[in-house]
């Protein structure tokens, strides 16, 4: 195998892309959010990304099947009905047909009766031009994996590969989601920026993403970094949206932060209930460290033996 073996497994045609990367890093938030996205929108496989900087080994699916570890591009459609939508459209139906058995009249209109506009003068097709719910005409090339690069070398070879997949598929834009370390519990996650140029900051800005100099402390490592750097050298528009998190756990609450954050910015929407119920699960999960650690059981007996939970 070469040191980088990109294996094409599909080439669809993509609309505007954005890159998105989501690699493993502090409190898996990148991994997390990226992941969410292929789970909630239809994705297409198109790229596997072999590289010797990988660790010797192979991931185990299910099915007891073995594949070589990789990193993987997925192209994913937000115009797609994510399960929310689905399950409201569905809903919308069942009370339009209960509506319709108590109010025979209504068959009438259905037959080509007229529909009077609201008392505001709009119809029921204003609500269509939501900019809240109409899907966006842009599809996104998620990078995501279990693992990065075991080198300085490494990293920068394989997110020079990573690029050259991305401008490939015409991406002219992209964003690194990651998070940033706080080294405590938080309970409200803020969203840190760094862009490849100044002139992106202000519509990341007017979404509530914080700039703040000087962070975070000791710069930007791995894949995200780099590809600030590297992609902004391609002069391609990149953005890295770090969540706040304690650096101990994996954090869910944190993803979900980032991806609104990339909503508002792309103008898209994303069911969050798997996200949500996740982070329940991690702050059950918390709360009996916490006890742990007033109780002086088990080992737990303060912030400095507390480690990262993955």
């Known amino acids: 195998m ?32 990226a992941e969410h996205l292929l789970e909630e929108f239809e ?19 299910d099915d007891g099947v073995a594949s070589l570890t990789h990193a993987s591009f997925h192209a994913v459609d937000l115009s797609s009905p994510t399960p929310t939508d689905v399950e409201e459209e569905q809903e919308s139906e069942d009370d339009g047909d209960e509506a319709d058995d108590e ?14 506009e609201d008392d505001d003068g709009e119809s029921e097709d204003a609500e269509e031009d939501d900019p809240g719910t109409v899907p966006t005409d842009r599809d996104l090339l998620v990078l995501t994996g279990n693992h990065q690069a075991g080198s300085n070398k490494g990293h920068y070879q394989l997110t020079e590969a990573f690029l050259d997949v991305a401008e490939g598929f015409g991406v002219e834009e ?40 000087d962070e975070p402390a000791g710069g930007i490592v791995g894949v995200s970094g780099l590809l600030l750097g590297l992609g902004g050298r391609r002069g391609l528009d990149v953005a890295c949206l770090m969540g706040e998190t304690s650096g101990y756990l994996v954090d ?13 910015q792309l103008d898209f929407r994303v069911n969050f209930a798997a996200l949500e ?11 009996k460290i916490q006890q742990m650690q007033e109780g002086g059981s088990g080992g737990m007996g303060g912030d400095e033996e507390l480690r990262y939970i993955g």
Not at 107 to 113: P, S
Not at 277 to 287: I, L, N, Q, Y
């Open 103 to 116: 109010n025979p009249e209504g068959d009438a209109l259905a037959d080509g009766g007229e529909v009077d």
């Open 174 to 213: 992209a964003y690194a989601l990651g998070g940033v370390p706080t080294g405590e519990l938080i309970e409200e996650h803020n969203v840190l920026g760094a862009v490849s140029d100044g002139e992106l900051t202000d519509s990341l800005s007017e979404a509530g993403v914080e700039f703040r100099g």
């Open 277 to 287: 119920k996740r982070a329940e699960e991690m702050e059950e999960v918390v709360s």
């Open 252 to 264: 869910p609450k944190s993803a979900q932060t980032v991806l609104e954050t990339l909503e508002q």
């Open 43 to 61: 994705s297409t496989l198109v790229r596997r990304v072999y590289a010797d900087e990988f660790p010797p080994q192979v991931d185990v699916d």
């Open 2 to 33: 070469d040191p980088i073996d990109i294996e094409t497994v599909a080439d669809p045609e993509l609309r505007d892309p954005v890159l998105v990367e989501g690699l493993p890093g502090v409190g898996h938030v990148g991994k997390l959010a």
